[in-house]
């Protein structure tokens, strides 16, 4: 019987070590320099104190005045860590998605090609994330349906929002998943208002909950799926295969 698409018990944990081993490490290495930054910018406050105490005059002088300028250091300094916290968390969660799709797209493009034309190696890796879901699902694997895909899901619109700012898909994380624009608002009277790019925010608990939505993807997917068990044919499908099928021909007439 012709498989369709296959998933063994070798090939997944091929696929989950790498992983497991970048998360396990962008926690280790990196995500750990910001678990204490409050204590940070309390010890930058009083360092800041104890500078201006050199140089304070009693007779001129309100002691007020040093209080607050400290308790401004430690806030600014606090402020620029979790920037950077929020900045590195974002840059950690786009590698990991980039990671889980360039592994997907090798993995369908591979188990496709034993059953379709040669233009779905070029089509798989031009397509976008929701387009490869449908494939699977046409196969007879539920994914849209699951827990896990909302979290998957969500990580996809919000690396395109960190890369390319403005646009549908800020729009429609914004709209589904507001909860990664915590600071945001929205203004009385005005129901489409929308957060500015730059609020966008990954917390190092929503990183590890799209981590293990990840790797429950991958545990959802069958050992084997065949022909018998093929659903309805997404609607784009043979218009985009015709497509790089021209393209293909094209391409092979211009060699000598």
């Given at each position: 019987?012709?498989?369709?698409?296959?998933?063994?018990?070798?090939?997944?944990?091929?696929?989950?070590?790498?992983?497991?081993?970048y998360v396990s490490q962008a926690k280790k290495r990196l995500l750990s320099q910001f678990n204490d930054i409050s204590r940070e910018a309390d010890e930058v406050e009083q360092q800041h104190y104890e500078k201006l105490g050199q140089f304070f005059d009693p007779d001129r002088d309100d002691p007020a005045d040093s209080y607050e300028a400290a308790y401004q250091e430690g806030i600014s300094h606090y402020i620029a860590l979790d920037e950077m916290?929020?900045?590195?968390?974002?840059?950690?969660?786009?590698?990991?998605?980039?990671?889980?799709?360039?592994?997907?797209?090798?993995?369908?493009?591979?188990?496709?090609?034993?059953?379709?034309?040669?233009?779905?190696?070029?089509?798989?890796?031009?397509?976008?994330?929701?387009?490869?879901?449908?494939?699977?699902?046409?196969?007879?694997?539920?994914?849209?349906?699951?827990?896990?895909?909302?979290?998957?899901?969500?990580?996809?619109?919000?690396?395109?929002?960190?890369?390319?700012?403005?646009?549908?898909?800020?729009?429609?994380?914004?709209?589904?998943?507001?909860?990664?624009?915590?600071?945001?608002?929205?203004?009385?009277?005005?129901?489409?208002?929308?957060?500015?790019?730059?609020?966008?925010?990954?917390?190092?608990?929503?990183?590890?909950?799209?981590?293990?939505?990840?790797?429950?993807?991958?545990?959802?997917?069958?050992?084997?799926?065949?022909?018998?068990?093929?659903?309805?044919?997404?609607?784009?499908?043979?218009?985009?295969?015709?497509?790089?099928?021209?393209?293909?021909?094209?391409?092979?007439?211009?060699?000598?």
């Amino acid at each position: 019987m012709m498989h369709t698409f296959w998933l063994d018990k070798l090939d997944q944990r091929v696929i989950l070590e790498p992983h497991d081993f970048y998360v396990s490490q962008a926690k280790k290495r990196l995500l750990s320099q910001f678990n204490d930054i409050s204590r940070e910018a309390d010890e930058v406050e009083q360092q800041h104190y104890e500078k201006l105490g050199q140089f304070f005059d009693p007779d001129r002088d309100d002691p007020a005045d040093s209080y607050e300028a400290a308790y401004q250091e430690g806030i600014s300094h606090y402020i620029a860590l979790d920037e950077m916290r929020n900045t590195v968390t974002l840059a950690m969660t786009a590698g990991m998605f980039h990671q889980f799709d360039k592994t997907l797209r090798e993995k369908m493009a591979r188990e496709f090609s034993h059953w379709q034309p040669a233009a779905i190696d070029p089509l798989i890796w031009n397509i976008d994330f929701p387009e490869l879901v449908e494939l699977l699902e046409w196969t007879g694997i539920d994914i849209k349906s699951k827990p896990f895909y909302e979290k998957i899901e969500a990580c996809q619109l919000l690396v395109n929002v960190y890369k390319h700012g403005k646009g549908r898909s800020h729009t429609e994380l914004a709209g589904k998943y507001p909860q990664y624009y915590p600071s945001f608002t929205p203004r009385a009277g005005r129901r489409n208002s929308l957060p500015r790019p730059e609020q966008l925010k990954v917390s190092e608990a929503q990183f590890t909950d799209i981590a293990d939505a990840i790797i429950e993807f991958w545990l959802n997917i069958p050992e084997n799926r065949s022909k018998d068990d093929l659903r309805d044919q997404p609607e784009w499908f043979d218009k985009e295969m015709k497509r790089f099928d021209r393209y293909l021909n094209k391409n092979a007439a211009k060699k000598p």
